[in-house]
């Protein structure tokens, strides 16, 4: 028999908080996921589209925002497995001189020198910063005038966005993103969740770009007019 399963919102807040990968898996294990298909495929044959096909059967759907995570985390991938091929093919060529059993250095093992996001996301662009906004308010807001959002996620899946938001990319422009997006909207209204850890992160981070936009340019020394006699 089938069975058919409704919540209302408050529901399935409290659900989240239980399971947090209902809206969202990890992104860490995401990324674990698809360097470890890297390192086993065969880079001559794979394909992007077998890659989405094995992370949509270990996941589930995902949001396009991270499914285009994904693709930058697999370009990522292969460029450290053919630094790798290409460390190991220098490697054979020196052993054949002497240099027989050394180990291949930490930094070209696979997923040794990627950036773990369990705690902190990597925001450094704005495609980031979609799936920023995407992770904060899934659902949205309740209303285009609203700043309620539909859903709160569990703290879990809002703090390492919240950590990456805090040290974004230099070349992003959080003026002209808070002008153009939803995000300034979407952190705001995290300073009401019901973890504190999180309304602490998100009030903090206000403040910040408050503090940023506020700051007004200043010409710098060279470029003050010269002093007159």
Do not use: Y
């Not at 990324?31 to 298909?37: L, M, P, R, T, V």
């Amino acid at each position: 028999p089938k069975w058919l399963v409704s919540f209302g919102v408050p529901a399935f807040e409290a659900f989240c908080r239980r399971h947090p990968d209902a809206v969202e898996p990890p992104a860490q294990a995401i990324k674990a996921f698809i360097e470890d298909f890297i390192h086993k495929a065969d880079l001559e044959t794979m394909s992007i589209k077998s890659m989405f096909t094995a992370v949509r059967a270990r996941f589930g759907a995902l949001r396009p925002q991270v499914m285009g995570r994904c693709r930058r985390w697999a370009s990522a991938a292969v460029d450290a497995k053919n630094k790798k091929l290409e460390k190991a093919k220098a490697a054979t060529g020196m052993n054949k001189k002497g240099s027989e059993g050394q180990p291949i250095p930490r930094q070209f093992v696979a997923g040794a020198a990627q950036t773990d996001e369990s705690e902190q996301a990597q925001i450094v662009d704005m495609a980031d910063v979609d799936w920023a906004i995407s992770i904060l308010v899934p659902w949205g807001f309740k209303s285009s005038k609203s700043d309620e959002p539909v859903l709160r996620p569990p703290a879990r899946v809002v703090l390492p966005a919240l950590a990456g938001l805090q040290d974004m990319g230099k070349d992003l422009r959080i003026r002209e993103i808070l002008k153009t997006t939803q995000l300034g909207k979407a952190v705001n209204c995290m300073r009401h969740h019901p973890s504190p850890e999180v309304a602490r992160a998100a009030r903090n981070l206000v403040m910040k770009w408050k503090a940023e936009c506020a700051r007004k340019d200043t010409p710098s020394a060279a470029t003050k007019p010269a002093a007159t006699a």
